[in-house]
């Protein structure tokens, strides 16, 4: 009995580190490139969320479908956001930012509580909670689906940041603005896509949770907590580190909430801590950008 | 006659990692003189002056001040026993005026311990008027210019009391004006009775004022010894300007 | 302008609040303790005696944040009475009927929050009683308040015990205790199947929930049962995936949640994903209103809830509604939906105070809190009694299911049950 | 300048900024007339409970942001994870009260040294930590305690709690409290004042605006550091006792939600950080805005909206506060307004 807790509890966790490596990358790029802490991030994947609720309840279209309409629309939404507000003080001390992303996200969940009410919603296609089982093991084909999406989306991104021009221009303005300024790129435009990719990838992120999880307003606020974790834990900057991170934050998430189920978030935050002091770079050990 | 030696360096190393930016470095500064200390971009001298002064952790070696093993300590202790230096990037206190900025050496330094901020805030105004910023006395750091932020930067390196002051391109961005005055500084610091290393890139500084020069090369000793057999040294030479311009040096000497 | 400024600002800065202070206080004497407060109750009696006669109910209540839903179905209930009672010209006090005021704020679902707008809704707004707020722990933050300045506070949706052992003599709960929320389904299920041997709970960190599973694991042990799976969750949580996992190793024949509407759901929807399932699923609240069958479409069906109340049961009584039948029309009529028992129990602490303020035929705040600790009445929404704490221990609770054909009925107890008691829950790999 | 002047021009402390800027005199008459009138507010025809309520909300708020200050403000630690010195502060009050049976001084005394200890005992190795990551190790700090606590159900109560006794004779208990938050507000700014004028002030500036330069100058940052961090803590602790006592109970889910620190954040951001007033200034605005939105507007559910935009508004516009404006320091005008975007927009 226990060795399926065990199964049952390495499955889940392989199945939430991918949600989880999407909601983190596309905070981890963000962090990285623009050095902002986006408190939104979490706003963002509720509201991405709540795209693919709608399209589903009001126009039937499935929540597979919907990935596309709802990153694309947050990209939009994401680049009006960083050109136009964030950029003006993006060069700010530390606590502006902070403050910043925060009061956003203060705006986008109150916002949503107004119209779309404070109430858990499903998104519930036929195809919801079906699964197969590997003997006692449970594998929930959603959840399946939305580990393999994930993976591919962060390939995606992975591909777009090393072999395109963009993203390579996005990478250099990381590592040292001037010089990238100097290479002929422009800054507030590619802040502006940065932020948009990290705002997509939070929508997408969002979508693929709705479907095997409850969604409300408030939904987001853990995502950008693990989201932070997880990149403290990879080390900040690198996509395989972001990866490594979820799959130990996962790991822990997962066990301390079988065996201590009303401290997971306090052993997942205290390892974080732990990480911190021992090892500032994380257990990627990959220097940050500072 | 022997002079006595303030501070000696043994086999001081510091490593970045795999990289070692410092190597095995035996340094001796004897009380009273100025030392220079030179060597091409990204030779490990501001490395080396953090590791002596604790900013960084020192990889192996050992750092003697006034006979003292100093290896390890943090960064205020070092201090407090009568070390003080500059930034080459200058680090003013920027939300308080010149004379806190000032006062804040004369609290925490040498002879801080006996100081209250009243009397640290009054003792700093012969130290403000000797780097000449009388007039800004009560300007935010934040509103002086790049001149006036390097010599706060030599003042409130000098409100410490030190007895050994490391300037690590304080000259850098001055005009040959500006230039004059700041080794005139430094003399008159040196008259004052504080040993001092000189970093710097500006030649003419270097031969004018201190009396002895140390090379630093990939970390390591390159050469020490007077500031003209040093600079003639063609490995210095070398090391500083490449290769071609050692030929090309030669080549007009002997042109000449 | 430097200088005027800044006066401007300090001196709005000092107005802004004494205006607003005064917005309708001036009566109020200056320390606000408890007695002066009950003269000022006496003053408004008799100046409301020369005006048209009005009682005003005061409460806050959760229209935002983590229990809005059940917050407006509080607020239905109180303010369906009210319509209710108006369309009679009122209670009658004495020989005279004053028309009923509602006073709602909304909480945000913060007890601080909740207790700093009871404040308010007796030291500035001047009700004449309180209702209670949703839930137990602003119920507890907000009866201290209303003791403080001993005015009656009749609650309908704090069920904790901890919120009556304090000894406070001007709070009253008109629903069950939460100890006593999960018995019936025990009951029922033991009932229906008396070879069930084992529970497991899963409880949602919180006063309420730890009382309720407290309870019913007291009650599952003294009937036999063994209880091989005993733990909670966070409070806000939106996981609970390792808690089924953990529940589903030890293969239990009876699952019960103690918690709320939202983290039953959850526990519903991964329990389908991990493909858990027992013999009975029974939760404290959730499946009884009609935004869990909303959130879960056919994987609602089978699932038995713990209700205070169910339109279905058989009371009879002369109060405004008469019965749970009459009720139901009514809120059906003007809200769309069958009530759950929120709103009814939220219409009762209503006709309490009603019944109460007949027999002390006063408006008077001791007379009132004198009146609900004698009260004995028989109302649509069952026995309304106080036991010396002042809760109300003498109406059982009920249980209901969600059907396979979409609807919701009383299954227990057996005199009020309109169906039967779908058993065994149908497993998810059959459906 | 002649050294007549010299002599006469008084000592200018940059870190009495927003006061000493030419209108002190008016200021402080201000202010002393303001304090006048908070000391006999309890007094005043209009003085309700829930104004002495709402008052004592602010007062226990500006406490803790003036705490806030010495760490965030002053040190220049941007600490996201304050509420957990006042969740400290109110278990240990609260425990010592119910477990040690002890009167509400002595008990309040002991959850304020708690609060300390927890400070100095995680400053010492989080404080090594900069920036984004010292702020992430606090919420995460205090996110956990917060988590213990609430299910740490022997020794905590767990969720549900502990019940205080209720403060004796009871009609007072509004006034008391009020005075209380009052002192402990009061005593923070006089705190704030008697460090500036020591050794650690200079300290705490000197590590915001460099912290190698501090350390090289002769500071011992470390321990400046955990001073702050440990007198932030007292503040905090202090104020959640005295909360805890108010409120007759003691809750995790209370007492260690993350908003509190943000309201302390705020209302020291909202005053402007690194001054002695702001923190307390910023309280009282934040607070009355809060009030006005949630009370007395029109707005309903949207408060929160308005709220956030206010704060987007600051941080673009003057996220050095208010203060810069009331001292003086700064005029008000669209140019002033806009040099924020001037400077850090990319």
Partial sequence: ?290 | MEREILLETHEATKHFGGLAAVEKVNMKIYRGEILGLIGPNGAGKTTFVNIITGMLPITSGKVIFKGTDITGWPAYRIGRLGIARTFQIVKPFRGMTVRENVAVGAMFGHKGQTRSPREALEHVDEIIEFVGMSDLRDKHADQLTLPYLKRLELAKALAMDPELLFLDEVMAGLNTKEIEAAMELVRKINARGITILVIEHVMKAIVGVTERVFVLNFGQELAQGKPEEVLNNPAVIKAYLGEKFVQRFFRQQQAA | MSKRVLVLLVVLLVAAMALAACGGSQATPAPSGGEEQSTSGTTEEQASTEEACKVVFGAAVSLTGKYAKEGEYVKNGYELYVEEINKQDGIPVGDKKCMVELKIYDDESNADRSAQLVEKLITEDHVTFLLGPYGSGNTFATTAIAEKYKVPMVEANGAATKIFNRGFKYSFAVLSPAPNYLRGIIDMALDKDPNLKTVAIVIENGAFALEVAQGAKDYAEEKGLEVVYFDKYAKAAKDVSSLITAMKSKNPDIVLGAGHLQDTILVMKQSKDLGLSPKVFGFSVGPTSPEFRKALGKDADYVVGAAQWTPELKYKSDDIFGTPQHFTELYKAKYGEIPPYQAAESAAALIAYQKAIEAAGSLDKDKVRDALAALDYDSFYGKLKFNEQGMNVYKPMAVMQNYTDGGLYTVWPKEAAVKEFLYPFKPWDER | MSDREKKKAPLQYSLFDGLFQGRQGVLLGLFTLFLIFLAIFPFLSFASGFWLNTLTLILLLAAMAIGWNFIGGYTGYAAFGNVAFFGFGAYGTGLSMTKLGLSFFPSLLIGALAAMLFAIVMGLPILRLKGHYFAIATVAIATAMGEIADSWTSFTGGAAGITLPFFDPIEWSGQFFYYMSLLLAVGGLLLTWFILNRKMGYSWIAIREDEDAANMMGINTTWAKVMAFALSALMAGLAGGIYAYWKTFVLAEEVFKIEYTLQMILAAVLGGTGTIFGPFIGAFIYYILITLLVFFLPVGQLHATILGTIIILVMVFTPKGLMDFISGRKKISINSLLENIRTYRV
């Avoid at chain 1, 107004?114 to 594998?139: E, I």
Wanted: contains cysteine; positive net charge; proline residues 4%.
């Fill in chain 1, 1 to 290: 009995m226990e060795s399926l807790q065990f199964t049952q509890g390495i499955v889940n966790a392989i199945l939430l580190s991918g949600t989880l490596a999407l909601v983190a990358i596309g905070f981890s790029i963000v962090w990285g490139i623009l050095n902002i802490i986006n408190l939104a991030h979490g706003a963002f994947l509720m509201v991405g969320a709540y795209i693919t609720y709608w399209l589903f309840t009001l126009y039937g279209i499935d929540p597979f479908l919907s990935l596309p309409i709802s990153m694309a629309i947050m990209f939009v939404v994401g680049y009006l956001v960083q050109r136009y507000l964030i950029n003006m003080v993006i060069r700010a001390p530390l606590l502006v930012t902070f403050l910043l992303t925060f009061a956003l996200e203060i705006v986008i969940i109150n916002l949503a509580t107004f119209f779309w009410k404070g109430d858990l919603r499903s998104v519930t296609p036929d195809y919801a909670g079906l699964g197969f089982s590997l003997g006692n093991v449970q594998v929930p084909y959603v959840r399946l689906a939305a580990f393999f999406i994930s993976l591919i989306l962060t390939g995606l991104l992975h591909v777009f940041m090393t072999y395109t021009k963009t993203g390579n221009a996005i990478r250099a303005t990381g590592m040292d603005i001037d010089a990238a300024r100097l290479q002929g790129v422009r800054i507030p435009q590619t802040y502006a896509l940065t932020y948009a990719l990290g705002t997509a990838l939070a929508a997408g992120a969002g979508t693929l949770i709705s479907i095997s999880f409850p969604i409300d307003p408030t939904m987001g606020g853990a995502y950008t907590l693990r989201a932070f974790v997880i990149c403290v834990l990879g080390g900040l900057g690198s996509i395989p580190g972001v990866m490594m991170g979820s799959v130990v934050f996962a790991f822990i998430e997962v066990f301390s909430g079988i065996w201590f189920p009303s401290l997971k978030d306090a052993i997942a935050l205290l390892v974080l801590v732990l990480v911190l002091i021992v090892r500032p770079s994380g257990i990627a050990g990959k220097a940050f950008y500072h």
